[in-house]
T-cell receptor, first 114, second 111 residues
């Protein structure tokens, strides 16, 4: 079975550019999570969805960040405009539902903003 | 303020040694998970504990949830180089709530 799929795996962009990260959750999973991982701040939850509806976006750092889940098999995290301090590894994870605690993580997207 | 404190932050040991890493909080959790993350990959779930005092074993790994459900430990017996990685604990305060991750313990097992 395919796990959580993220693309691209690596993204290098210049400050001010728009960045779009993509995620395909595990089929049948109803909850999807976006995390950011840095050495300084560890693994931070940015936003999560349940049945395609955003439940909690309190972790989204600024208005430059936005996330959508147009259907059960696809989600995007967009940064516009990007800044060097956005450089991090961004993970998408999915779980069967919010009541189940097991989250399955994708391989991550390593973002570098120069 | 970090909700979950993990210690030690870094640990480097020789193959065959035993070790324990800790995950502590002042908050009560409905469940707590342990993940291992290898370089270039996402965290992989090792175990979930839900009952105070619960002990779970996964081969050479023993996980314990504190009686008050505020802390947890991971003990590895006879560590192997394949155990090298970042060990993360994550707690959920309600059954439908989000998970909060600790900063992790980076373990290096030298052959």
């Amino acid at each position: 079975d395919a796990g959580v799929i993220q693309s691209p795996r690596h993204e290098v962009t210049e400050m001010g550019q728009e960045v779009t990260l993509r995620c395909k959750p595990i089929s049948g999973h109803n909850s999807l999570f976006w995390y950011r991982q840095t050495m300084m701040r560890g693994l931070e939850l940015l936003i999560y969805f349940n049945n395609n509806v955003p439940i909690d976006d309190s972790g989204m750092p600024e208005d430059r960040f936005s996330a959508k889940m147009p259907n059960a098999s696809f989600s995007t995290l967009k940064i516009q405009p990007s800044e060097p301090r956005d450089s991090a590894v961004y993970f998408c994870a999915s779980s069967r539902d919010l009541g189940g605690s097991e989250q399955y993580f994708g391989p991550g997207t390593r973002l570098t903003v120069t | 303020t970090q909700l979950l404190e993990q210690s030690p932050q870094f640990l480097s040991i020789q193959e065959g040694e035993n070790l324990t890493v800790y995950c502590n909080s002042s908050s009560v959790f409905s469940s707590l998970q342990w993940y291992r993350q290898e370089p270039g990959e996402g965290p992989v779930l090792l175990v979930t504990v839900v009952t105070g005092g619960e002990v779970k074993k996964l081969k050479r790994l023993t996980f314990q949830f504190g009686d008050a459900r505020k802390d947890s430990s991971l003990h590895i017996t006879a560590a192997q180089p394949g155990d090298t990685g970042l060990y993360l604990c994550a707690g959920r305060r309600t059954n439908a709530g989000k998970s909060t991750f600790g900063d992790g313990t980076t373990l290096t097992v030298k052959p």
